[in-house]
């Protein structure tokens, strides 16, 4: 098994506490910011930032749904790491300055892929098809911000 890796960015205009404070926000921002892949969104525990316990279905094609339940930590200034109890799925989202008033927001996710034919299959279209997703939550995280 190799592991398999989304990434996606974009640039917001709007100050990086603004941006991650939004993004943390799991009780609030955070659902009205998922495009619609994502079904079932409940916060289990917390609600914002570290210690949030949060629960989504993903459906990342029309036959694969992922039954997420997340672990929300914050291991440095900026960043917030949710792991899935479910699978080896992990995703980090970075929050940066970026000159005056601007922020970088990088949003990676990763897990173990499956081996052989299907791990090759896996490893070349699945990271294309969870970027449009992540483009979508960070066009409407940038849009949710600017108003």
């Known amino acids: 098994m190799a592991e398999v890796k989304a990434t996606a960015e974009r640039v917001i205009d709007k100050p990086s506490d603004a941006v991650y404070a939004a993004l943390a926000d799991y009780a609030g921002t955070r659902a009205g910011i998922l495009p619609e892949n994502y079904s079932e969104y409940e916060v289990l525990a917390g609600g914002t ?10 459906q990342a094609t029309k036959k694969r749904v992922r039954d997420c339940l997340l672990e929300v930590s ?10 899935d109890a479910n699978s080896t799925m992990v995703t980090t989202w970075t929050v940066k300055p970026r ?10 996710t990763t897990w173990q892929g499956a081996g052989g034919v299907a791990g090759f299959f896996e490893g070349t279209f699945a990271p ?10 960070l066009d409407k995280l940038a849009a949710t911000v600017r108003s």
């Open 99 to 108: 000159g005056e008033g601007s922020s970088a927001v990088h949003v990676q």
């Open 49 to 58: 930032g570290a210690g949030t316990r949060v629960h989504w279905k993903l």
């Open 74 to 83: 914050e291991p440095a200034p900026g960043t917030l790491v949710e792991s």
């Open 128 to 137: 294309l098809g969870l970027r449009r997703i992540h483009t979508a939550m």
